[in-house]
């Protein structure tokens, strides 16, 4: 059994229908029996990267809440360090849209993915 996790949701994203749209994108593949996904909420996410999962799903942007405070984060340095720690390792890792945006662009978890938002349009 191939185990999934899956942070979903943010100010812009619903976390509902991110995650309804990733269990459709599950079910279609030929092996989909075999996969076992379980969604979390980002606090648990450095738990979550302790146990090992086959691949971890971000769909979600780093401020926390935009539209009153711009500067509040959720993904704190040690938080990005067990990211990297955890694909180093051979964790699979998937950025999904929103999964890129708003990330320190000089900071560990951009440097791992190599790539970030420069701009989402209206």
């Known amino acids: 059994m191939k185990r999934i996790t899956a942070v979903v949701g943010d100010f812009y994203h619903s976390a509902d229908e991110a995650g309804e ?7 279609t593949w030929a092996g989909a029996s075999d996969v076992s996904l379980r969604f979390v909420e980002a606090g648990r996410l450095k738990e979550e990267l302790a146990e090992k999962p086959d691949a971890v799903i971000l769909f979600k942007e780093d401020r926390v809440a935009p539209q009153e405070d711009g500067n ?3 993904m704190a340095p040690e938080i990005a360090s067990a990211i990297v720690d955890y694909v180093e390792q051979g964790g699979g890792w998937l950025a999904w849209h929103s999964g890129l945006a708003s990330y320190d662009p000089d900071g560990a978890y951009v440097s791992m993915l190599r790539g970030y938002f420069l701009h989402h349009p209206e």
């Open 21 to 27: 749209a990733l269990q459709q994108a599950i079910a």
């Open 72 to 74: 509040a984060r959720w």
